[in-house]
T-cell receptor, first 112, second 115 residues
């Protein structure tokens, strides 16, 4: 089936620095790429998404880039804050009614 | 937050017993999904529904069945629970199909332990 690779599995950054999480996918039919943040004991929360006709999207401190040719997309968080500490998941969807395929997650740790 | 309620939030049961998890939504969304989350595997799709009485299998559907008799409720049943089904189960909803017309929103999960 469709595979999504996510790196790194753990990322520790100093408060105020930037964090980058990268994902790759294999299915050329993928056309929607949402990112989720999950805090302990909670369900995943959508933080930003991008569609295949767009190369970059930004929302305040969060940005996502997409390279369809290389089949990879990345999440960028600038000026990190303690509340950014969580597990982040990349995901993708194709042209059908079925669900998302997720990466295995990145545990982001913001060091004070 | 999207109006999604999962019940129960926690359950402990024994191998071989039947278990039913419920997902209730107040958004009147057409699409509903069940995922399981396990360490080292992320979230994986079990079953999904694209309308009342319309369901289909996901990546890890063996041992699970689902039913959707009305728009707001999507039930996940483990007919005879096994220890390998110990996991955290998440329900998600979407107003549009998975290719991105509308995003998916998740409930807070059910933690299921099978002893």
């Amino acid at each position: 089936g469709e595979n999504v690779e996510q790196h790194p599995s753990t990322l520790s950054v100093q408060e105020g620095d930037s964090a980058v999480i990268k994902c790759t996918y294999s299915d050329s039919a993928s056309n929607y790429f949402p990112w989720y943040k999950q805090e302990l004991g909670k369900g995943p929360q959508l933080i930003i998404d991008i569609r295949s006709n767009v190369g970059e999207k930004k929302d305040q401190r969060i940005a996502v880039t997409l390279n369809k040719t290389a089949k990879h997309f990345s999440l960028h968080i600038t000026e990190t804050q303690p509340e950014d500490s969580a597990v982040y998941f990349c995901s993708r969807a194709g042209g059908g009614a079925d669900g998302l395929t997720f990466g295995k997650g990145t545990h982001l740790i913001i060091q004070p | 937050d999207a109006g999604i309620t999962q019940s129960p939030r926690h359950k402990v049961t024994e191998t071989g017993t039947p278990v039913t998890l419920r997902c209730h939504q107040t958004e009147n969304h057409r699409y509903m999904y069940w995922y399981r989350q396990d360490p080292g595997h992320g979230l994986r799709l079990i079953h999904y529904s694209y309308g009342v009485k319309d369901t289909d299998k996901g990546e890890v559907s063996d041992g699970y069945s689902v039913s959707r008799s009305k728009t707001e409720d999507f039930l996940l049943t483990l007919e005879s629970a096994t220890s390998s089904q110990t996991s955290v189960y998440f329900c998600a909803i979407s107003a549009g199909p998975g290719f991105g017309n509308q995003p998916q929103h998740f409930g807070d999960g059910t933690r299921l332990s099978i002893l």
